[in-house]
């Protein structure tokens, strides 16, 4: 799928280069009102959006695949003067520091090799855990997430690095999913650990606010699956079936240090698309969920219950190839933001399982390749009015972005609500921030990202009223590609 071109690059193209590689480091800055344009509503204040991903992909000579960049946590903080301040840290991993003392990439990731000679991969050095994937409030901590290993923790008010959180050695050694869940109405932290061979095991425990272990689950589910997301239901952890198959020749190649994990895997496409349901309550019975389709869940929107059926949005891809994420095409050439749209691009499918059921129904939620769905933070595992996402204006693609959509989940009738960023500027993940004194009410908060004027913009929109535009645009210098944020209700 990589290819090489010698033609100049499109605007589009060094625009996403740009803001992919973007490297302005630590930042502390301040944002007065008289930059602001428009007006941050007073709803935001003392609050904040936190935002994580690859903040240094450029590495020595060597461009490393984005799920290997060193992870850059961002704090948006809105002030009652109505100014934001954002301050910027990297995420202080040992990977990290050892990299920054040398300037090279030192520890092979998921999609990168080391500098040097293949065979110095054979080696086995320490995890390459990045701490780059995901940001998350809990108690006086932030908890940056990594897909392979324990999330990282942060001080949450200096952004500075405490150190692996592994909740009391409950997760020490474990891989454990990037993506944590939070029950909000019986304010538990949920996490997934998870072991891949013939079989996956994966343990769910969830946590209470003193980090309190309440309840674990551990399961086997055969076959070697992918798993980086799940959706959490009153009753059930719903997982993708997402299965595996090993590519031998590169998997020898990854063995003798030459190729990377991601090259060495891929979906198994001759399998039915499936579902697992797990059941939060241990002792119960996991189900398999036949889908109607060949089905890739990367992300999950919501889950939730109804009449004993158990109802999941999920972004389904009908297939996928790893290792070019983010147009990723190998340490030595360009992104290539034209690759994602060689494959079909994920659409949100509503999957309903009815009770007791083996199969399951599935209706396409809108006509767009729609991924980073997100919803009001209170409503995780009950029904919830709307989803919004990253999407596409041109329908036939996906990734990378230019649009945000809104959907009605409740009006289905209702048309998509739709804004589109300027051309060859880049929309990141939308992050709900709810409104305190109105039921489901709230805002938008999204980054822009426009590598050919080397600005980032803090966009925030009346969440249902995206097609109004933004009520507030925050110009900034250029930050990096930002996979996933939160909101923090919690500012201090
Ligand atoms: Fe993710």
């Known amino acids: 799928m990589a290819r090489l071109s010698k033609t100049p690059l499109s605007p589009r193209s060094r625009s996403w280069n740009t803001a992919m590689a973007a490297f302005p480091g630590d930042l502390d800055l301040t944002f007065a009102p008289d930059q602001i344009e428009g007006k941050i509503p007073a709803s935001l204040y003392q609050t904040r959006l936190l935002s994580n991903g690859p903040g240094w992909t450029k590495i020595g000579k060597r461009l490393a695949h984005p799920f290997d960049g060193h992870g850059y946590v961002r704090s948006f903080s809105f002030l009652p003067d109505g100014s934001c301040q954002l301050k910027a840290r990297f995420v202080r991993t040992p990977v990290y520091l050892n990299e920054a003392r040398a300037g090279r990439i030192m520890h092979r990731g998921l999609g990168t090799n080391r500098e040097g000679h293949f065979w110095d991969n054979m080696r086995s050095g320490i995890p390459r855990n990045v701490a780059n994937t995901t940001i998350t409030r809990w108690g006086d901590q932030l908890l940056a997430g990594w897909e392979g290993g324990a999330p990282y923790a942060l001080d949450a008010e200096s952004l500075e690095t405490i150190g692996e959180k592994d909740f009391n050695g409950l997760i020490a050694g474990q891989s454990t999913l990037a993506h944590m869940k939070h029950d909000a109405a019986q304010q538990r932290l949920v996490l997934c650990s998870h072991k891949s061979r013939k079989e996956t095991l994966f343990t769910f425990r969830e946590l209470d606010k003193q980090e309190q272990l309440v309840s674990t689950n551990e399961v086997s589910i055969e076959g070697m699956l992918f798993t980086h997301d799940f959706a959490l239901s009153p009753s059930y952890y719903v997982l993708g079936g997402n299965p595996l198959r090993l590519k031998p020749f590169e998997l020898l190649k990854m063995a003798l240090g030459a190729d990377t994990l991601l090259n060495a895997i891929a979906p198994d496409n001759r399998q039915p698309g499936c579902l697992y349901l797990v059941p939060r309550q241990s002792g119960g019975e996991t189900r398999k969920i036949t889908l109607p389709h060949a089905a890739f869940v990367i992300h999950f929107g919501n889950a939730f219950e109804e009449d004993g059926a158990v109802i999941v949005d999920a972004c389904v891809f009908s297939s996928f190839e790893m290792g070019h994420e983010f147009g990723y095409t190998g340490p030595h050439t360009p992104f290539d933001p034209a690759l994602p749209d060689e494959r079909e691009p994920q659409r949100l499918i509503r999957i309903k399982i009815p009770a007791g059921a083996t199969e399951a129904s599935y209706e396409p939620l809108a006509p767009y390749g729609i991924d980073f769905p997100r919803f009001h933070p209170q409503h995780e595992s009950q029904e919830t009015p709307f989803l919004f996402g990253a999407t596409?204006?041109?329908?036939?693609?996906?990734?990378?972005?230019?649009?945000?959509?809104?959907?009605?989940?409740?009006?289905?009738?209702?048309?998509?609500?739709?804004?589109?960023?300027?051309?060859?500027?880049?929309?990141?993940?939308?992050?709900?921030?709810?409104?305190?004194?109105?039921?489901?009410?709230?805002?938008?908060?999204?980054?822009?990202?426009?590598?050919?004027?080397?600005?980032?913009?803090?966009?925030?929109?009346?969440?249902?009223?995206?097609?109004?535009?933004?009520?507030?645009?925050?110009?900034?210098?250029?930050?990096?590609?930002?996979?996933h944020g939160d909101w923090d209700a919690q500012a201090l």
């Open 392 to 483: 596409r204006k041109d329908t036939r693609h996906s990734d990378p972005f230019d649009s945000l959509v809104c959907i009605d989940l409740l009006d289905p009738e209702r048309p998509h609500q739709l804004w589109t960023a300027p051309e060859d500027v880049f929309v990141g993940e939308p992050i709900f921030a709810p409104d305190p004194t109105a039921p489901n009410k709230g805002h938008i908060l999204a980054i822009l990202s426009d590598g050919l004027k080397e600005r980032s913009t803090l966009v925030i929109f009346d969440a249902t009223r995206l097609q109004d535009g933004p009520l507030a645009s925050i110009p900034m210098p250029l930050l990096p590609i930002a996979f």
